[in-house]
T-cell receptor, first 114, second 115 residues
């Protein structure tokens, strides 16, 4: 089956610091997505990437879709306490598979110390 | 727009009973809905894909007779956990896709605890 390797598993940073996390895959995906999940809630979409090499920003968040379509990174600049949560990467749409199905990474737990 | 709700948000039941969880798309018609299960400190694992008016497609290792899925309308899908056991305790999350689009909109999840 499809597998996404997400790292790091957890991060503990000081408020104001920048943070970076990444995902790699053994398969090519048509779309890469980054979600944030707060405790006891469903995931919320942060950024969607559709084109190889695409670099997209959403406020303090920046994400890039790798040229090979097998990797992506997410950067958060000037972290604030409300950035705390679990960040998941997800791949969607792979060759021979469904256009809709998402394959999730294992998540990165981010803790921001005020 | 694109709001998905789940009911109930939390449920506690006794072992051996059945529990029904509802997933609704509030402001769009969902041609496809997905059901995920998430154990503590783990990722979301897809259980099944539900298309309106047809049988659900289950992922490998998911028992279709234990996790009954019904998608009878374009705004409602239900997941029934039959004869629940403590190992079924988990966070169940649904998502919905509008026709012609790929983006999945997630519900807030349902915490199931089986005693």
């Amino acid at each position: 089956g499809q597998q996404l390797n997400q790292s790091p598993q957890s991060m503990f940073i000081q408020e104001g610091e920048d943070v970076s996390m990444n995902c790699t895959s053994s398969s090519i995906f048509n779309t890469w997505l980054w979600y944030k999940q707060d405790p006891g809630e469903g995931p919320v979409l942060l950024i969607a990437l559709y084109k190889a090499g695409e670099l997209t920003s959403n406020g303090r968040l920046t994400a890039q879709f790798g040229i090979t379509r097998k990797d992506s990174f997410l950067n958060i600049s000037a972290s604030i306490p409300s950035d705390v949560g679990i960040y998941f990467c997800a791949g969607q749409g792979f060759s021979g598979g469904s256009n809709y199905k998402l394959t999730f990474g294992k998540g990165t737990l981010l803790t921001v110390n005020p | 727009g694109a709001v998905v709700s789940q009911h109930p948000s939390r449920v506690i039941c006794k072992s051996g009973t059945s529990v029904k969880i509802e997933c609704r798309s509030l402001d769009f018609q969902a041609t496809t809905m997905f059901w995920y299960r998430q154990f503590p400190k783990q990722s979301l694992m897809l259980m099944a894909t539900s298309n309106e008016g047809s049988k659900a497609t289950y992922e490998q290792g998911v028992e279709k007779d234990k996790f009954l899925i019904n998608h009878a309308s374009l705004t409602l899908s239900t997941l029934t956990v039959t004869s629940a056991h403590p190992e079924d305790s988990s966070f169940y999350i649904c998502s919905a896709v509008a026709g012609g689009y790929n983006e999945q909109f997630f519900g807030p999840g349902t915490r199931l605890t089986v005693l």
